[in-house]
């Protein structure tokens, strides 16, 4: 059966009409064979029509499931360098068929016209392979641009470890660092804006945030130092043990290296260098002499020369923790750059807490805060018992503007470790910058007040965390626990300023000026600076009508407010802010 016969469709053709139900029978008319033509032609122009719908169709779903469809990328080494000639792998997981091309001079590659679907994408050099990289391939989605680090797959890593005389294998496997980050730092440029989030309270507080957690230490390190304070007597016997030893042996290494160590770790930075320098002149395969020579001078203030020693460390092998020491080196030399890729490259090297804590903070500090962000929650879903790397994305989230975030993440931390301060001094702050109260924050400043009753701050907090909740309802028995607590706060620390302030602005609420005044002059006596502590002075002298004292009040405020704007610019200036580039921008970096 043709076309024709299929057809069951009515025409109408001028004033002529025909039904084609599949029979050839024709009326016997005058006129039957002009129908009959222009039926025939009706019909094969329709056919005619269809058909091209229909390979038009056919060749626009051709089009999409190929040619539009193509993977690039690029292949580096894992110090960052373009690498020729690399073989690249291309598998689709729903079928057994791998491609296989090799990058150009510039470590570039192509694979084109190629279907919709799921990918493994690897490359590989000279025994060195990329890790296997997931890609899914849709008509509808932007061009795949895949980077692939080629490295070393190795059972053990090495490490340099300064207690020891030479590199020793770790016992440990290499640990996987799987989730590639979502940017990249291309400069630096000078600060601009600080982000724009929230008021510059916010701000300030988001800045001061910063600033404390960056200098959090890892847990083991606050029970080291502890550990060499109690026992203090017993270090100085094991000195003049030492000293004697080196005494006998002038040219021994080990003898240089002990004594040498031994300052190191007690603090005394210059005496260690000369006989960690001796030490690694005699042993010059002694890696170990050789990093702590780079710490003892960092620590020592010799930025420059430290910086030299690691680099020479890094031309005969690299580690995550030489990596992680050019980071810290860099930063000091005023190179964030520098130090951002080495601390990016010692997490590529081994993940670990420190390493991952050192990347983020390095990204916190020169405001890109939601790669901080990034890093630091790869780095909290690696180490969920981290308490300063839950508290520094806590920073991260709160200098977002992510107000309720941070403050979930910081009483985190805080039940990691209760007894703490550092958490519950992080969210009060926040709690009385962000604009609203704040979930959890309440509940975990009461525990503080409850584990720590004789610390100020605990007091401080707690009762700023009520009076906010109660907002301007004035509840009489949440304002005398208010009170009670900021009275205490004063009580156990007489220089905690901002307690007298909050007492006098809650007896100016009450019009007990004279009350009020008191404690705002006892809070400028703790601290001259503290300019709202003026300005609220001066605002209770003129209730009081004492005209000239508010006046002298109001103008020493002004001054302090312009002194403090003009410094926090200044600190501002001297911030380098990073150029982050995301996925899909061209690559044009900014550097200072």
């Not at 894992?78 to 091309?101: F, H, I, M, N, P």
């Not at 991952?356 to 890093?375: D, K």
């Not at 502590?533 to 002298?552: I, W």
Request: charged share 25%; aromatic share 8%; with cysteine.
């Amino acid at each position: 059966m043709d076309i024709k016969e299929q057809a069951g469709w009515i025409f109408e053709v001028g004033d002529l009409s025909f039904i084609a139900t599949g029979s050839h029978n024709v009326r016997s008319s005058s006129g039957t064979w002009m129908r009959w033509c222009l039926r025939e032609t009706f019909v094969a122009i329709m056919t005619l029509m269809i058909l091209s719908i229909l390979m038009a169709a056919a060749q626009h779903l051709s089009a999409q499931q190929s040619d539009g469809l193509t993977i690039q990328g690029t292949v580096v080494s894992s110090a960052g360098k373009a690498v020729g000639d690399a073989l690249v792998r291309l598998e689709q997981q729903s079928a057994s068929a791998t491609v296989e091309v090799k990058t150009n001079a510039a470590g570039s590659f192509t694979f084109s016209a190629l279907i919709a679907g799921s990918y493994r994408v690897s490359a590989e050099k000279a025994g060195l392979r990329s890790e296997l990289m997931n890609l899914v391939v849709s008509p509808h989605g932007d061009q795949q641009h895949v980077h692939l680090v080629l490295s070393e797959k190795r059972e053990t890593s090495e490490k340099v470890h300064s207690d020891t005389s030479a590199l020793a294998p770790s016992t440990t496997q290499d640990m996987e660092f799987a989730d590639k980050p979502n940017f990249t730092i291309a400069g630096v440029t000078d600060w601009t804006a600080a982000g724009g989030h929230g008021s510059d309270s916010s701000l300030r507080t988001s800045e001061a945030l910063v600033r404390a957690t960056v200098t959090l230490k890892p847990e083991d390190e606050v029970h080291s130092a502890a550990n060499s304070a109690v026992h203090g007597n017993e270090a100085d016997g094991s000195e003049n043990k030492l000293r004697e030893t080196l005494a006998a042996t002038p040219g021994s290494s080990d003898a240089n290296h002990r004594l040498g160590e031994f300052y190191l770790h007690a603090g005394r930075y210059w005496e260690a260098i000369p006989l960690l320098e001796t030490s690694y002149r005699i042993d010059p395969g002694n890696r170990g002499d050789g990093y702590d020579l780079a710490v003892a001078l960092k620590r020592a203030g010799d930025f420059s020369q430290a910086n030299d020693e690691v680099k020479k460390l890094l031309a005969h092998g690299e580690t995550a923790e030489l990596h992680r020491l050019a980071g810290e080196l860099d930063e000091k030399l005023n190179d964030p750059l520098a130090a951002v890729h080495e601390y990016e490259q010692a997490v590529r090297m081994e993940p670990d807490e420190e390493n991952y804590f050192e990347w983020g903070s390095e990204l916190l500090i020169h405001r890109a805060v939601w790669q901080a962000q990034e890093v630091f929650q790869q780095g909290a879903k690696a180490y969920p018992k981290s308490e300063r790397m839950l508290s520094a994305l806590g920073a991260a989230l709160f200098a977002g503007a992510l107000y309720d975030e941070a403050a979930l993440r910081f009483c985190d931390a805080s039940d990691l470790n209760p007894a703490d301060p550092e958490p519950y001094i992080f969210m009060g702050k926040i709690e009385m910058a962000a604009p609203s109260p704040l979930t959890c924050v309440e509940k975990k400043l009461a525990r503080f007040v409850k584990l720590q009753p004789g610390n100020a701050l605990a007091n401080f907090y707690y009762a700023m965390a009520l009076s906010k909740r109660q907002g301007g309802a004035g509840d009489e028995r949440i304002v005398q626990q208010v009170e009670l607590l900021l009275t205490k706060a004063i009580t156990i620390d007489p220089k905690c300023s901002d307690a007298y302030l909050q007492l006098g602005i809650l007896y100016s609420s009450r019009l007990e000026y004279q009350k009020a005044i008191a404690y705002y002059e006892k809070a400028i006596e703790a601290n001259p600076q503290l300019s709202d502590a003026h300005y609220r002075l001066g605002v209770a002298y003129d209730r009081t009508g004492e005209l000239e004292e508010a006046k002298k009040e109001f103008q020493i405020h002004d001054e302090i407010r312009k002194q403090q704007a003009a410094l926090v610019q200044q600190q501002r200036r001297e911030v380098k802010q990073f150029v982050v580039v995301l996925p899909g921008q061209p690559t044009s970096p900014i550097a200072h």
